[in-house]
């Protein structure tokens, strides 16, 4: 079952915009991981966010994250072409001891035009 | 250094054959996961080892899949009478802890059954 869910499905953006995607769980977390895939195959990590931190940055991307409302949010600055790609978001739970169990959402298809 | 590798990386095989799928995680990390992803889905969890153990094999489908690590570096993912529903891409990950630490990925095995 998958516990994240994320928003939009799909943005298609030109070059040198801003993209901003949205992810909502459901229970409560450890951490929460932002991944991203190109072409369907290996994810690369992007930033992990642990749940008492509000704001994490790195390099063009800002990740926030409010645990009273379940949901985080990806922003990516300044947008390339090579940023194209499908982003997931992934949940670390805390409880029962499973908290190395990462449970995906469906992914944002970010499509970023030259 | 080498990340995680996986092989094959496409394996295509008739229904009720059996194959393996080999992982090998980053030099040291002693946590190791396997995935699947069906299209157009986030993966979703299988197996997850600790050293040489299976601490959690709640996310194996059913008694066709197992997996091994028996000297706790690489990994085997094994299914038995593989069916059509079984075609997916299977993902391995790596991590040096769980709790905190970021799981890295390989490029996975695109398993189809025909």
């Known amino acids: 079952s998958q516990q994240g869910e994320e928003d939009p499905q799909a943005l298609s953006i030109q070059e040198g915009e801003n993209a901003t995607m949205n992810c909502s769980y459901k229970?409560?977390?450890?951490?929460l991981q932002w991944y991203r895939q190109n072409s369907g195959r290996g994810l690369v990590h992007l930033i992990l966010?642990?749940?008492?931190?509000r704001e994490k940055h790195s390099g063009r991307l800002r990740v926030t994250l409010d645990t009273s409302k379940k949901s985080s949010s990806l922003l990516i600055t300044a947008s390339r072409a090579a940023d194209t790609a499908s982003y997931f978001c992934?949940?670390?739970?805390?409880?029962?001891?499973?908290?190395?169990?990462?449970?995906f959402g469906k992914g944002t298809l970010l499509t970023v035009n030259p | 250094g080498a990340g995680v590798s996986q092989t094959p990386s496409n394996k295509v095989t008739e229904k009720g054959k059996y194959v393996e799928l080999r992982c090998d995680p980053i030099?040291?990390?002693?946590?190791l996961y396997w995935y699947r992803q069906s299209l157009g889905q986030g993966p979703e969890f299988l197996i997850y080892?600790?050293?040489?153990?299976?601490?959690?094999d709640s996310g194996l489908p059913n008694d066709r899949f197992f997996a091994v690590r028996p000297e706790g570096s690489v990994s085997t993912l094994k299914i038995q009478r593989t069916e059509r529903g079984d075609s997916a891409v299977y993902l391995c990950?790596?991590?040096?802890?769980?709790?905190?630490?970021?799981?890295?990925f390989g490029p996975g095995t695109r398993l189809t059954v025909l």
């Open positions: 966010i642990r749940s008492n931190e």
């Open positions: 990950a790596s991590s040096q802890g769980t709790i905190y630490n970021e799981q890295f």
């Open positions: 030099s040291g990390h002693t946590a």
């Open positions: 992934a949940t670390s739970r805390n409880s029962g001891g499973s908290n190395y169990k990462l449970t």
């Open positions: 229970t409560s977390i450890n951490n």
């Open positions: 080892f600790q050293g040489t153990g299976a601490a959690d």
